[in-house]
């Protein structure tokens, strides 16, 4: 069964990075075959995707954070990780990894790690 | 930017059937996939490729899509059912991106 675990920490200050690690259990992390994407959800609000990573280390971003979003992978940890830049209040939110087995679309989540930007 | 429309809230007394569209201009033309998200807990793939359903979820859950219109359907809703929706498409013509619908409380009464 393939888990995913998102890591990092709860607060960041204004104008930080956030920094956030997923870390993938149970399936052929780099196999090659699978999109890897971060997605949020702000309180009370829907889900919005951030962008993706192929095995391979190419990125989709979304264009309303492109500007200010990085996502890397290490596939001798399993891991792909998420750092946001020039962080606000408006960024707190509930933060999800997701694999896309290049079907477009979600078929396993990580359970979601809440990040609250405050000084 | 492409944008899928949903309502926000559908009620329904337990063994009804419960009804959640999803707008979209031209939604037809694409593959529309469904997302449970209870309160807490990761979101869970319902419904894929417009009306497929991964292993394991139950033959209650069903969709369909045509014109402007895709739409999730949950035959004899049990208490369990109670969640947020949301539908979600590839949008490959514009900004390459992954978009998601507004999302759809379902409250079973």
């Known amino acids: 069964q393939v888990q995913l675990q998102e890591s990092g920490p709860a607060l960041v200050k204004p104008s930080q990075t956030l920094s956030l690690t997923c870390t993938v259990s149970?399936?052929?992390?780099?196999?090659?075959?699978?999109?890897w994407s971060w997605i949020r959800q702000p309180a009370g609000k829907g889900l919005e995707w951030i962008g993706r990573?192929?095995?391979?280390?190419?990125?989709t971003y979304n264009p309303s954070l492109k500007s200010r979003v990085t996502i890397s992978v290490d596939t001798s940890k399993s891991q792909f990780s998420l750092k946001l830049s020039s962080v606000t209040a408006a960024d707190t939110a509930v933060y999800y990894c997701?694999?896309?087995?290049?079907?477009?679309?979600?078929?396993?989540w990580g359970q979601g790690t809440l990040v609250a930007v405050s000084s | 930017s492409y944008v899928l429309t949903q309502p926000p809230s559908v009620s329904v007394a337990p063994g009804q059937t419960a009804t959640i569209t999803c707008g979209g201009n031209?939604?037809?033309?694409?593959?529309v996939h469904w997302y449970q998200h209870k309160p807490g807990q990761a979101p869970v793939l319902v419904v894929y490729?417009?009306?497929d359903r991964p292993s394991g979820i139950p033959e209650r859950f069903s969709g369909s899509n045509s014109g402007n219109t895709a739409t999730l359907t949950i035959s004899r809703v049990e208490v369990g059912d109670e969640a947020d929706y949301y539908c979600?498409?590839?949008?490959?013509?514009?900004?390459?991106?992954?978009?998601f619908g507004t999302g759809t409380k379902v409250t079973v009464l």
């Open positions: 149970g399936g052929s992390f780099s196999s090659g075959r699978y999109y």
């Open positions: 997701a694999r896309d087995l290049n079907k477009d679309y979600f078929d396993y």
């Open positions: 031209n939604i037809g033309s694409k593959s």
């Open positions: 990573i192929w095995t391979s280390g190419s990125t």
């Open positions: 490729d417009d009306s």
């Open positions: 979600q498409v590839w949008d490959s013509s514009g900004d390459h991106t992954y978009v």
